[in-house]
């Protein structure tokens, strides 16, 4: 009587009769090879190549064979500086002591958090970077998945999405959902709202003519006595009571205290962000500001020099001595301007003056 076959023995020995019409040849392109060149950890690469060799049922045998052939760049002229290995296990512990990981995990935590997403760089891409760099460490998932979003460069409120993911499939899926709304962000046109200043109308302060600004004015100082140009208040000759004649604009016109015959033009302008009135007198021979004005613009970029101080001589021959220089840029009608003020005590000016 002929002995009963082992049904086991036999579903073994089909495995292993199918594994043997696959050549090494065929399994190498599939394998990735080791080189010790590149951050790749070689325990990673130990773990893929078992993997593949109790698939194939290799032998020790064998498994000394086909790593030895895997091996390229610095492993395999570390392999030759060993002489003869016969064994498969010496082979996997010499490369380990080797090529082992010798970044602690602080290390590896610090390259981690310091890695940005690179301008050339897939989301996948980086994403698989990073993973790969925590292999070299005891990295978790939850912790990796924190440094992958800080690494991306965009607010908080766009990458809000990507919080809440309880491994790294689930985050994955999330980093796909982000990329295709940014994606979506990029391409949408955009409809911007014109500024109010846009909209708003130029005139020129010294005419009052739309179709140019003071800078370029042709028709030269304005007297603010007679209403005519070509020259300053102190020089003028008539004496005859004249009435201004400025159009309507955003400049406001208030009456002197001292003189009421006489209209005193004022126009707000801007000193670093700050609004002031200013008297527009083109009688003074300088511009001047008041010392409390001179503490609500200050910055760096204010050019204040306290020791510089002259001798003014005023209305009436009224004297005073100044409290220092400054230089700054002016916005006056949407145009600025570099000029030089001197800085006065506040009861000696009752609002900024310039010419």
């Known amino acids: 009587m002929p002995p009963k076959k082992d049904i086991k023995d ?29 951050s790749y950890p070689i325990s990673t690469w130990f773990e893929e190549f078992e993997d593949t060799a109790l698939l194939m049922s290799w032998t020790e045998v064998e498994k000394l064979i086909y790593a030895k052939r895997l091996l390229s760049g610095t492993a395999k002229l570390f392999l030759r500086s060993l002489g003869g290995v016969k064994d498969y296990k010496k082979l996997k512990q010499e490369l380990e002591d080797e090529f082992g990981s ?22 996948q891409q980086y994403f698989l970077h990073m993973k790969e760099c925590a292999l070299h460490g005891n990295i978790e998932d939850a912790a990796l998945m924190e440094y992958v979003i800080d690494g991306i460069q965009d607010s908080e ?34 409809v911007s709202t014109p500024f109010a200043k846009n909209n708003k109308i130029k005139r020129c302060f010294n005419c009052g003519d739309l179709d140019h600004q003071a800078p370029t004015c042709t028709k030269g100082i304005k007297c603010f006595r007679c209403n005519e140009f070509g020259h300053k208040g102190t020089q003028c000759n008539n004496k005859g009571k004249k009435t201004l004649n400025i159009q309507k604009t955003d400049t406001k016109i208030k009456t002197d205290k001292e003189d009421k015959e006489l209209e005193t033009p004022y126009k707000k302008i801007k000193i670093n962000d700050v609004e002031i009135t200013a008297l527009i007198d083109t009688g003074s021979d300088v511009n001047l500001i008041k010392l409390s004005e001179v503490e609500k613009i200050m910055t760096e970029k204010v ?43 506040d009861y000696a000016l009752l609002t900024l003056e310039i010419m």
């Open 102 to 123: 010798k970044l602690n995990s602080a290390a590896i935590h610090k390259k981690l958090s310091s890695r940005k997403m690179k301008k050339d760089e897939t989301y």
């Open 10 to 38: 036999g579903e073994e020995r089909e495995s292993r009769d199918t594994t043997s019409y696959i050549s090494f040849a065929d399994v190498e392109k599939s394998m990735t090879s080791f080189s010790g060149d590149d």
């Open 157 to 190: 409120s766009n990458k809000s999405i990507l919080y809440g993911a309880s491994n790294l499939k689930e985050f994955r899926k999330k980093l796909d959902i982000y990329k295709s709304i940014k994606e979506k962000t990029q391409t949408r046109p955009s």
């Open 303 to 345: 050019i204040y020099d306290k020791e510089k101080s002259i001798h003014l001589t005023g209305i009436a021959g009224k004297e005073l001595n100044t409290k220092g220089f400054l230089k700054v840029k002016v916005l006056i009608d949407d145009y600025y301007a570099d000029l030089e003020f001197h800085v006065v005590q």
